[in-house]
């Protein structure tokens, strides 16, 4: 049976939508009752710690293994029923891309190039060459670096001329200089209207890349959104360098903005209360005033940055702490 | 059936250079060499030696061809049955969408356009030595040469499909060799002696083989065979090759990708 290419995906907002998918190996849940909505033209990251489920749920959704329950949909078609349709205009990397050693990259575009539709083979000379690999395509993939492999990944993805890039782990192995290229493809892409979802334990790369994120861990979903809002879901945070730290810490501390606070050897790190009738800004402006009428030069205030991967630790720690 | 994916099964096989120079050696080689040695020691002493060609050196080619092809026909057919999943592959070509039943069943006729040629090309080896070295002999005639190409491609070919099926059902290159060529040269000839297991032993697929071979209707050797009647040999082989690729397909179908 030949793919169709005129029953395009509909016009859906959601490139991956799960409801309460399951996968179970014997009595253990892998991934536990997943709700997740990608929306179609962003960059999706997936993190999670190793064995936390990413990539059993990205093989549960592309339907390489059976799931126990839940339903998948993929740009708007249902798996496992409506399979061809749906992978007809998907692109994967599961893990680590994996080739026949024994050819060369663009033989190995051709293999999977045939079990695709019948344009797929006109695409393979643009993908090569849209990964960088056009001039060395007709050796042998034995003798290709992790980086090689992982761009010759992209391009047997892109013989799909995919609307969904599912990438799991594509920066593992990668120098920073070839970090930094796949950052700008998967940017690229995005732009062109596909959407990426990028699986990863890296999260300082997945902020770097992504617009939103879903956290997983222990199979379940914690948390998914933007990542800005995720990112900026702890308290604010403010730390202060001033000439008398003992002074300044007594009075910050009784301050009633003040929710936390934090002594270290060259600042003191406050955490500003987070109540809807308390505004950061203000918050900020009166500690500061409050140090300089009390006669304490203040040198610094910062706002302290909150990583992604910050977050995950508190999300994740509060799991094991209440686990 | 999809073209594409048969030539794509047959570019897998054919760039493999360690499975190409074994069974072109298996296919071909073998034959050569020994209808070589066969004449030299004819050429050595005609007295003691016939030549090696004729009707003889024909039923004798055949024999040959046939064990050496089916060490070949497994070697294939075992690497076909698990190129994609030992290399990492399968979980990629079952992501295009594309039914696992298509892709299980792109891999015998692709592995078939890999082989036939060889064991041709070891036919006609064969058939040459047969005419060129008949000497004093009575050369084979067409229809004989004919009726032996095609029971070399059945057998081999049915030795293909049994191994691709196999393979493709354990996912093992090496239980895969190492069982089907355990059965061919040591178990069934070891079971079709056990004649207390009487008709039973039409089962067995060598001796429907056997049955088929042109060569004992000209006196050659394998002339013994306890299936008597063409139709269940047939029948026989049919069952095996349907029940090894219906195993194989089935395990492709339902394993994790």
Not at chain 1, 193 to 204: A, E, N, Q
Not at chain 2, 24 to 46: D, Q, R, T, W
Request: glycine content about 10%.
């Amino acid at each position: 049976m030949e793919f169709n290419r005129d029953s395009e995906p509909g016009d859906v907002e959601a490139a991956i939508e799960t409801r309460g998918l399951t996968k179970r190996f014997g009595d253990r849940v892998a991934v536990n009752n997943v709700d997740l909505t990608v929306p179609r033209a962003s960059a999706f990251g997936f993190v999670g710690p190793n064995g936390a489920g990413k990539t059993t749920l990205v093989r549960t959704i592309l339907g390489l293994t059976r799931r126990a329950s839940g339903n998948v949909r993929l740009l708007g078609y249902s798996m496992p029923e409506q399979h061809n349709l749906a992978l007809a205009r998907v692109g994967a990397i599961v893990e680590e891309p994996l080739f026949h050693l024994h050819l060369t990259g663009r033989e190995n575009l051709q293999v999977v190039a045939a079990a695709r539709e019948p344009h797929a083979h006109a695409r393979i000379a643009p993908a090569l060459a849209r990964v960088g690999l056009a001039d060395r395509a007709d050796e042998r993939v034995r003798a290709y670096s992790m980086g090689m492999r992982q761009r010759l990944g992209v391009a047997r993805c892109l013989l799909a001329d995919p609307l969904l890039l599912i990438l799991d782990e594509p920066m593992n192995g990668l120098d920073p200089a070839g970090i930094e290229e796949f950052r700008e493809m998967i940017n690229g892409f995005v732009g062109e209207g596909r959407t990426v979802f990028l699986s990863s334990h890296l999260l300082d790369e997945v902020q770097k890349t992504c617009d939103r994120v879903a956290i997983i861990d222990q199979g379940n979903i914690l948390m998914q959104g933007l990542v800005e809002d995720i990112a900026g879901g702890r308290r604010p945070t403010v730390r202060f360098r001033c000439d008398s730290p003992d002074v300044a810490e007594d009075l910050l501390g009784a301050h009633p903005a003040v929710e936390q606070i934090q002594r270290t050897d060259s600042a003191i790190i406050v955490t500003i209360r987070t109540e809807p009738s308390t505004d950061t800004d203000t918050a900020v402006a009166d500690l500061n005033r409050l140090l300089v009428e009390a006669g304490v030069s203040i040198f610094a205030i910062e706002a302290e940055r909150v990583s992604l991967e910050e977050r995950f630790l508190e999300i994740t720690s509060r799991l094991e702490v209440t686990g | 059936m999809n073209w594409r994916m048969i030539n794509a099964e047959w570019l897998k096989l054919r760039r493999r250079r360690g499975l190409f120079w074994w069974s072109l050696g298996l296919s071909v080689g073998v034959v050569a060499v020994v209808f070589g040695v066969i004449e030299g020691l004819h050429l050595a002493n005609p007295a003691q030696h016939g030549p090696a060609g004729g009707l003889t050196g024909l039923t004798r080619g055949l024999i040959g061809l046939s064990s050496a092809g089916a060490v070949a026909a497994i070697l294939i057919g075992a690497f076909a049955g698990t190129a994609d999943v030992s290399a990492g592959v399968f979980r990629d070509l079952v992501a295009t969408g594309r039914s696992r039943w298509e892709l299980f069943a792109a891999r015998l006729p692709g592995a078939l356009m890999f082989f036939l040629p060889m064991i041709t090309l070891g036919y006609i080896v064969v058939a040459a030595c047969s005419l060129v070295f008949r000497g004093s002999m009575p050369a084979a005639s067409a229809s004989v040469i004919a009726q032996g190409y095609g029971w070399v491609v059945l057998s081999t070919g049915f030795d293909l499909a049994v191994a691709l099926g196999f393979a493709s059902f354990t996912n093992s290159r090496a239980t895969t060799i190492a069982v089907l060529i355990g059965w061919q040269f040591i178990a069934s000839p070891l079971l079709l002696q056990v004649s207390w297991l009487g008709s039973v032993r039409q089962l067995i697929f060598n001796s429907a083989l056997a049955r088929l071979n042109p060569a004992p209707a000209l006196e050659g050797p394998g002339s013994t065979t306890v299936t008597h009647n063409a139709a269940v040999a047939a029948v026989v082989l049919v069952v095996w090759v349907a029940i090894m690729l219906v195993a194989g397909g089935w395990r492709t179908v339902t394993r994790d990708a």
